[in-house]
């Protein structure tokens, strides 16, 4: 195939779409039509990541991959790639978008065409922190993800949203910064000047100084995660956006950091990461335990997802700095299973808040007599989030404990823990939400999960199980992925 | 050469015909024609087409880095003459007399950035700020207004005092004006030179505002009409930074060792002190003009890196600054209250001013995709290039991020409090320059090249 018969590239199509889309949003009527036009747009996204699946093979490769000179005075190329996984990370920012706009479907936006333009722009920017193989590009669209975020946040959602959305931002802003000036070190090391990650992985740093440059990586891809004790911004922030972009931040913006370590933080800085790995997993474990514990004792049912979601986000971290193939595969098992799982509890908690105008467990109880429906596919996704086995976590799960077995005995002993602690706190949410006798407020629940809720809580659960009795269809995605990444371990 | 002369003469003109013309509005397009004259010849001598030519002796240096500067300058002047119009009318009657002051600053500035001898650096910074003190004190009613102009003339002239006294310990060391011929870092350093040396690095840092010598900005910023203080802070700062950069690194850049230690404490100072002193401000107008000494802090990485990438960098970021900084100072000179509460919905009632509003608070504050990134990106690269003092980029980027605090503190003002923001009447053509002022940052911060590659004709 010659590169010059291929018009657009996935990767760019899955930027400019919705960066275009969006912007055509701000111009369309408040109400209704800006909300059928982002379902429609992101269903439209939707269907080209399902086209690209059909392009993988190397034959390919013009349709996945692409490269144009940007600033060549600086060595700077606007290069993108499409590889395993990117395209699963990009199938998830994809699926994301339409679940959270069909579950809040009757939700009214206030200015609504503001709403669904800033959100699908923010989607762009998260194709494009997936699919970037340039520092600077990537850089540019980290910010481009988290800009619309902001607006988000402030202008949509609990009365405290924007003192909290100003902790999350300046919290992030200042760790981008440095994630800048880490990134313009590493770039002033690299054999041929430029922004690359091919030549990234080249640079030669002082290993004084690699140490350093290290940090300034990690803070930027910590607080994103968010790693322990970098999270304070995190449940505040939940609590306080709309569900829609609480679904998106812990769904997929989550993933960003994540994603970073294995594509950017650890090839680069193998020897750093080599010395800090101790660190890094002690702070994951402790992140995992400290969460789990607070989630335990939560009585507002947002605030104990947001502390679910640091569990495993912390699990995550620990199995990629473990540095074991098989903790490597569950990573990436988890990275869209976590994102799946957590937008279906976002999905019932929201449903729960709209229909019963609290979210206090102690409130709530015995929903299960009044709403059969929401209870069955609620408790689907609470099997899930524990990580039973048949659902879609386990494999992802056990993958990254084993993984972190070849690190340390002990450390996985304590992290083990963590499941028990989160089958405590999740089943006990379930019970005192779901069971039990129902009371005056809640009587009324019947026909609360409408059409749209419905069709995006079957998506979910479909999903559920389908990736938990067969996992491969994931790993077979990312295998090509976690070789490269396990070879330049070796490597070295 | 050319627009130094023309920009004399067009003061002069407009003088003129303030005499002989009544009609105040019609100040302002004798104004543009003369920015639109200035902008053909600075642009005509750039690609070496010479109208004029005297013989000065080499004290003067015309350089691509000079030409495309002196291009920013006027183009800024040019847009800040139409967003400011209005407001320059509204200052007193003397309005022709308010535009010809401002062409003889261009004349200085046009001069402080070609100098080739601490001569014509002395007389550059002369006329800029001469001028200044009488544009500082325009709004002659209002005490406010008498108290900078008397404050700005007080601390010009000592600053200016002491820049003569490091001028002539330089020349008593070295026996010459001519930045070139001082041959330092060849023989041991003479205590002489380095009083010289300190002294013009206070004398410009007074001009610069770099702290500590930035004690006469808020209060001068704070009681100048804003449209003169837009001016202040956007073309007159710029212009003092590149005099600034050409001194220190066509003079004193071989002992360039000698002296790195002492700006990267007068960087970290005026971040700090610029960055949470702003962030304490409850009116817009002091809150800006404590981010124009933040501002200042960043350019100062230019004098503390002295590479090829500050010297790109401190052309893009004259630009983007300016940019940002005039139409910031714009849209807040339309508002009736200055505080942050003054504000309030302004989303609601003007959603374009909010709107162009918002790029330039987030130019200023470094997001990508604006010019103020790209800007903030060459400094830092500059900074960390020149190997040592890693400490001050990081503490750089860290008062970077104070800023987004008081810089978004608008914008949530803006868009996400409740209030119905009071603002003066505006014309279409003004919300047109803030638009196209607006679509220029993001031009610029997806391809800086546009303005860089000029450097390299």
């Known amino acids: ?492 | 050469m050319s627009s130094i002369i023309l920009s004399a003469l067009w003061g002069v003109v407009m003088m003129f015909s303030g005499i002989f013309m009544k009609k105040k509005s019609l100040a302002k397009y004798i104004a543009l024609l003369g920015m639109l004259a200035l902008l053909t010849v600075n642009f005509l001598e750039y690609y070496n087409v010479w109208y004029i030519y005297a013989d000065i002796g080499q004290m003067l240096k015309f350089t691509s880095f000079s030409h495309i500067f002196n291009a920013i300058v006027l183009a800024c002047t040019f847009l800040f003459f139409i967003l400011n119009a209005a407001e320059l009318e509204a200052i007193g009657p003397d309005v022709y007399e308010y535009y010809a002051l401002i062409f003889f600053v261009l004349c200085g500035v046009g001069i402080a950035v070609s100098f080739n001898t601490l001569l014509m650096l002395f007389l550059g910074i002369e006329i800029i700020t001469i001028p200044l003190y009488i544009l500082a004190g325009s709004d002659k009613r209002n005490l406010k207004s008498n108290e900078a102009s008397l404050k700005y003339f007080l601390m010009g002239v000592f600053s200016t005092g002491i820049m003569l006294m490091g001028i002539a310990f330089l020349y008593g060391a070295t026996g010459t004006f001519y930045i070139e011929g001082m041959n330092l870092g060849i023989a041991a350093l003479q205590p002489m030179i380095v009083i010289g040396v300190v002294l013009l690095m206070i004398a410009m840092s007074f001009k610069v505002s770099a702290a500590p010598f930035h004690f006469w900005v808020p209060d001068v910023y704070d009681g100048a009409p804003t449209a003169v203080t837009s001016f202040m802070a956007t073309i007159v700062k710029v212009a003092s930074f590149v005099a600034f950069l050409h001194l220190f690194d066509n003079a004193f850049g071989k002992i360039h060792a000698q002296w790195q230690l002492l700006i990267a404490l007068l960087t970290a100072a005026t971040l700090f002190i610029g960055n949470i002193t702003a962030v304490f401000q409850q009116s817009v107008k002091r809150m800006l003009a404590y981010s124009s000494v933040a501002h200042a802090g960043f350019m100062m990485f230019a004098l503390f890196g002295l590479n090829t990438f500050v010297r790109e960098g401190l052309i893009l970021y004259a630009a983007a600054y300016s940019l940002a900084t005039i139409g910031s100072f714009a849209v807040l000179a339309k508002m009736k209250d200055f505080s942050l509460e003054g504000f309030n919905g302004l989303g609601k009632t003007q959603p374009l001013l909010a709107l162009t509003n918002t790029v330039f608070l987030l130019s200023l504050t470094g997001i990508p995709l604006t010019a103020g990134f790209f800007a903030k990106y060459y400094m830092l690269v500059g900074a960390v290039k020149s190997g040592n003092h890693l400490w001050l980029v990081i503490f750089a980027v860290l008062m970077a991020a104070v800023s987004a605090y008081y810089y978004f503190r608008v914008i949530q003002s803006m868009y996400f409090k409740e209030g119905d923001a009071q603002v003066k009447p505006v014309s279409t053509v003004f919300k047109a320059t803030l638009i196209i002022t607006a679509a220029l940052i993001i031009i610029l911060g997806m391809f800086p090249n546009l303005l860089l590659k000029g450097l390299y004709y």
């Open chain 1, 1 to 492: 195939m010659n590169p010059n018969d291929v018009l657009i590239t996935f990767p760019e199509l899955l930027i400019w779409f919705p960066l275009l889309s969006g912007l055509a949003a701000f111009f369309l009527a408040k109400g209704d039509s800006a909300k059928r036009w982002a379902v429609i747009s992101s269903l439209i996204t939707v269907a080209i990541v399902a086209a690209s699946f059909f392009f993988t093979d190397k034959n390919y490769f013009h349709f996945n991959n692409v490269s144009y000179v940007w600033m060549p005075s600086i060595g700077s190329s606007f290069a993108l790639m499409y590889d395993g996984m990117g395209r699963m990370l990009c199938l998830l920012t994809a699926l994301a978008f339409p679940l959270a706009f069909l579950a809040t479907y009757n939700t009214n936006y206030l200015k609504s065409n503001n709403f669904y333009g800033l959100m699908l722009l923010s989607q762009a920017g998260l194709m494009g922190v997936f699919c970037a193989m340039d520092a600077l590009v990537f850089y540019f669209f980290w910010e481009l993800a988290i800009i619309p975020i902001y607006f988000l946040a402030s202008q949509w959602g609990g009365e405290k949203r924007i003192q909290a959305t100003f902790k999350f931002f300046v919290y992030t802003f200042a760790a981008s910064l440095l994630l800048m000036v880490g990134i313009i070190y590493v770039y002033l090391h690299t054999p041929d000047s430029s922004f690359a990650l091919s030549s990234f992985l080249k640079a030669k740093l002082p290993p004084g100084q690699e140490k350093l440059v290290f940090w300034l990586f990690l803070a930027a891809f910590a607080v994103k995660m968010p790693l322990f004790p970098f999270h304070t911004w995190q449940p505040d922030t939940y609590e306080q956006s709309a569900a829609p972009v609480t679904m998106i931040l812990s769904g997929v913006m989550v993933k960003m950091g994540v994603f970073a370590l294995i594509r950017w933080l650890i090839p680069v800085f193998p020897y750093a990461t080599g010395l800090f790995t101790n660190v890094v997993i002690g702070l994951s474990v402790a992140g995992m335990v400290y969460a789990s514990c607070i989630a335990w004792v939560q009585d507002d049912l947002k605030r104990l997802v947001a502390y679910s979601s640091i569990v495993h986000v912390g699990l995550m971290c620990a199995a990629i700095f473990a540095r074991h193939q098989s903790g490597i595969e569950g990573v990436m098992l988890q990275m869209f299973n976590h994102g799946i799982n957590i937008i279906g509890l976002w999905i019932v908690v929201e449903l729960i808040e709209k229909h019963f105008g609290t979210r206090k467990i102690s409130e709530l109880g015995g929903i299960a007599s009044s709403s059969p429906v929401l209870t069955v596919f609620l408790v689907i996704i609470a099997l899930a989030n524990i990580a039973l086995p048949l659902t879609n976590a386990f494999v992802g799960e056990f993958l990254m404990f084993n993984g972190l077995f070849q690190y340390g005995i002990w450390t996985t002993a304590i992290a083990l823990t963590t499941i028990i602690l989160s089958a405590v706190y999740t089943l006990n949410m379930v019970q005192k939400v779901f069971y039990g006798s129902t009371n005056s407020l809640t009587a009324s629940g019947a026909g609360m999960v409408k059409g749209s809720a419905v069709a995006a809580l079957t998506v979910v659960v479909i999903i559920i199980l389908l990736l938990g009795v067969y996992p491969k269809l994931l790993s077979d995605l990312t295998k090509d992925t976690v070789n490269v990444f396990m070879n330049r371990l070796m490597g070295l």
